[in-house]
């Protein structure tokens, strides 16, 4: 008996909808990347015209993941806010792509304790952070002479996006700016050199997003 292959067509419209974006920032050049140290500007060009459609104002967005490290060379790596380096265990990946399903509470002083500060109006997701070994600037993650490890140097931050997708605004043909900020602290992050400058950015970020047009109602 000759079997019979069918494809649901319903299912081929709504991938048509989803897109992936794979953005890669690197603000390893410092001062002479054009790109404020952790505001980063994105450009996301329609991909079709359901991307540039007036039938489709609304897409839901997830943060996939991401992956962050230090431009080659740097030894020492750390996340800085541009005044001093810290210790972070994840961050929010932030978009001003604007959304009301998401809402941030940050309790980072005395007089927020219990109460917080409350952030709405763009997507916002957590992304929990491990440091993986990727090599240094030749590509090993062997000790350097002298015996000391390479240390975060050649080392990544990287997780993935935590929950669903949700819904947001259409992001495409727009410029875009991504932050990536913390749980108990309203300002922006990025990586520097934990024996230079705390206010220069040598990171080198890598995201991924899935991004679903929604057709208006």
């Known amino acids: 008996m000759?079997?019979?292959?069918?494809?649901?067509?319903?299912?081929?419209?709504e991938e048509r909808l989803k897109f992936r974006v794979i953005i890669g920032i690197a603000a390893g050049?410092?001062?002479?990347?054009?790109?404020?140290?952790?505001?980063?500007?994105?450009?996301?060009p329609p991909l079709t015209s359901f991307g540039n459609s007036n039938h489709y104002n609304q897409t839901t967005i997830t943060c996939?993941?991401?992956?962050?490290?230090?431009?080659?060379?740097?030894?020492?790596?750390?996340w800085s806010n541009g005044a001093a380096f810290g210790k972070l265990g994840a961050v929010q990946v932030v978009l001003d792509t604007p959304s009301s399903g998401?809402?941030?509470?940050?309790?980072?002083?005395?007089?927020?304790a219990g109460s917080g500060q409350v952030n709405i109006?763009?997507?916002?997701?957590l992304i929990l952070l491990q440091i993986n070994k990727v090599g240094n600037a030749a590509g090993t993650t062997e000790s350097l002479a002298g015996g000391r490890d390479v240390g975060t140097g050649a080392?990544?931050?990287?997780?993935?996006?935590?929950g669903d997708p949700i819904m947001s605004a259409n992001p495409f043909g727009k410029t875009i700016?991504?932050?990536?900020?913390?749980?108990?602290?309203?300002e922006v992050f990025f990586?520097?050199?934990?024996?230079?400058a705390a206010n220069v950015d040598i990171g080198i970020y890598n995201l991924q997003f899935t991004i679903t047009m929604v057709p208006n109602k």
């Open 29 to 44: 050049a410092g001062a002479a990347v054009p790109q404020v140290a952790g505001r980063y500007k994105v450009d996301l």
């Open 102 to 112: 998401t809402l941030s509470n940050k309790q980072f002083t005395a007089a927020q």
């Open 64 to 78: 996939d993941g991401v992956s962050c490290t230090g431009a080659a060379g740097v030894e020492e790596c750390a």
């Open 2 to 13: 000759e079997s019979i292959n069918s494809v649901n067509v319903l299912a081929i419209d």
């Open 177 to 186: 700016e991504i932050n990536f900020k913390t749980g108990v602290a309203d």
């Open 155 to 162: 080392s990544a931050w990287q997780g993935e996006g935590l």
């Open 121 to 125: 109006g763009r997507f916002q997701q």
């Open 191 to 196: 990586l520097g050199d934990a024996r230079g």
